[in-house]
């Protein structure tokens, strides 16, 4: 799998001061989609090893409140299991700081059983419906995506949601 970009300081996607991490590929092809050279699975960088170790290594400063994990796709099937591994190896070490990430695909439908679900705080889903562009929304860009705390919806067995 490949990555497009590391950001090591970002102050728009989450809360605080965050390290984020694109991912590449996306097969949904949103309108007027935020990051259109994403989309492409043959485009960014190798995703390796040394890719998570050096994310990690960012993260290890007092003002990072945590990780974001955006794309392209992260939960692409091509790309989740690169997902998860980072997702994992970054709980392991922060386990105070909190993992958000942005996902085209529907919670409940695509994404409640899988692994990655264990290590991530957030989930904001949905694909980017232009119609249904706000830009007065916190986190998100479209009114049909949801933010949703992933802790206590996996706790209570129904979708919490972070932000109303
Ligand atoms: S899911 Fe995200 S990255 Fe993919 S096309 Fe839609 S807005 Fe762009």
Known sequence: MRYNLVRKMDISNGPG??????????TFHCK????????????GKEFTDDTIKGVLELCDKDY??????LGGEPM???NIDGTTKLAKAFKEKYPK??????????????????????YIDVLVDGQYVDE?????????????????????????????????
Do not use: A, Y
Request: charged letters at 30%.
């Open 97 to 118: 700081k909190d993992i958000w990430v942005w996902s085209g695909f529907n919670f409940e439908k695509d994404l409640k059983d899988k692994e990655v679900l264990k």
């Open 17 to 26: 001061v965050r390290v984020s991490v694109f991912m590449q590929g996306c």
């Open 76 to 78: 692409h099937p091509t």
């Open 132 to 164: 249904l562009h706000d830009p007065t929304l916190k986190w998100r860009g479209s009114s049909n995506q949801r933010v949703i705390d992933i802790k206590e919806s996996l706790k209570n067995n129904k979708t919490v949601l972070l932000v109303k």
């Open 64 to 69: 990072i409140k945590g990780l974001s994990i």
């Open 32 to 43: 007027n989609c935020f990051n259109p050279e994403t989309w492409d699975f043959k485009g």
